[in-house]
């Protein structure tokens, strides 16, 4: 079966599931599979045929960086929402490593997971793409491929990126810099974007001096913050591209003996759990993380039962700004009632210089 899949350049489970007719694989691929079974003069061995034929209900789930307090939460709504639809979830994390994404699907096709859901893919991703050729069940959680050809929930990154950065803005920052990731990411492309469109609205060159891109980490925050505040004319906000990247941020603004916002003002993007912590504070952009696992798992779980080939469904949810301290709306409220008729404050950084 190995040599089979090798030489039809599909997975060990897409041959096992053509060998057993499975409706789910494409007709072409079946016959060409069959073909070359016949060619080597293969046939399945009978004490097989049991286990590729029934459903295993189980999910593999794939993740970036588990660490990261998104796909924990992530993950939790997923295996939650599985549970109660009678699968089970079986997940690991690739660190972005394209290598490890096609190691660990390798495994779980041999594992015999009934589909995928994928929370880490690239704007490309052969391995991936194989599978939807393959009409194989998968969604995709916060990532989107380049070609809208499969199930997925995102968020409207574009939407939420502009939203946190317009209101940045609006309190008087002009000097904003952003942390992001690659641009081969979706969530990193779609949030460069929004923050570049949100600076054009406004009348606000874009410097590429206040842009670092590089992996969702909180290392990534730690060095880029390290980078941006030890320029001569260093920014006055930072829009971290999400709030495992802000963590990075503080790390790296306390280390370097600054607060935050008062000498530096801090936003992030997804509303993890600790982003309410009473230390942090943090401004930033809801996901609704705990619901798009659920929804994921519902749309997979939808094209599991219907059995159809061509069922599609995409869903793009709406980002909710959650402000809080960080950003240092409360401190400028608070100084412009402190401030004396007739006097005028326009920013929280023009108050710091006074």
């Known amino acids: 079966m190995r040599e089979i899949a090798k030489i039809a350049g599909v997975s060990h489970m897409t041959v096992s599931r053509a060998l057993y007719n499975d409706p789910r694989i494409r007709e072409e691929t079946k016959k060409r599979i069959l073909d070359l079974a016949d060619k080597l003069n293969y046939r399945p061995v009978a004490r097989a045929r049991p286990f590729a034929s029934r459903k295993s209900n189980l999910i593999g789930l794939v993740v970036s960086d588990i660490s990261n307090p998104f796909c924990a939460e992530l993950a939790r709504g997923i295996e939650d929402k599985a549970h109660e639809e009678g699968y089970n979830v079986i997940f690991c994390s690739t660190d972005n490593k394209p290598e490890r994404m096609e190691s660990y699907v390798h495994l779980m096709m041999d594992a015999g997971v009934d589909a995928f859901i994928f929370a880490s893919t690239r704007l490309r991703e052969p391995v991936v793409e194989k599978l939807i050729d393959e009409r194989f069940p998968l969604v995709l959680v916060n990532r989107k491929l380049r070609g809208e050809t499969c199930n997925y929930v995102v968020l409207n990154n574009m ?194 210089r006074m």
């Open 159 to 352: 939407k939420g990126a502009y939203e946190i950065t317009e209101h940045l803005i609006n309190l008087g920052y002009r000097k904003i810099a952003i942390i992001t990731g690659p641009s081969n990411f979706f969530t990193g492309l779609e949030r460069l974007k929004g923050y570049q469109q949100a600076l054009k609205d406004h009348g606000i060159e874009f410097d590429d001096n206040y842009v670092i891109q590089g992996y969702f980490t909180r290392e990534m925050g730690y060095k880029g913050t390290k980078e941006l505040l030890t320029m001569e004319e260093r920014p006055e906000a930072i829009f971290a591209g999400n709030d495992y990247v802000a963590m990075g941020v503080i790390d790296a603004v306390e280390e370097l003996g600054l607060r935050i916002p008062e000498e530096i003002a801090l936003v992030g993007f997804d509303d993890t759990a600790f982003a309410s912590n009473q230390r942090i504070r943090l401004t930033t952009v809801s996901q609704r993380t705990y619901e798009m696992g659920n929804l994921g798992v519902q749309i997979l779980i939808d094209y599991i039962e219907r059995k159809e080939t061509d069922y599609t469904h995409r869903v793009v949810l709406e980002p909710r700004l959650v402000i809080r301290e960080s950003c240092g709306q409360k401190l400028l409220e608070k100084r412009k009632n402190k401030r004396t008729p007739g006097s005028k404050v326009e920013s929280l950084s023009s108050l710091d």
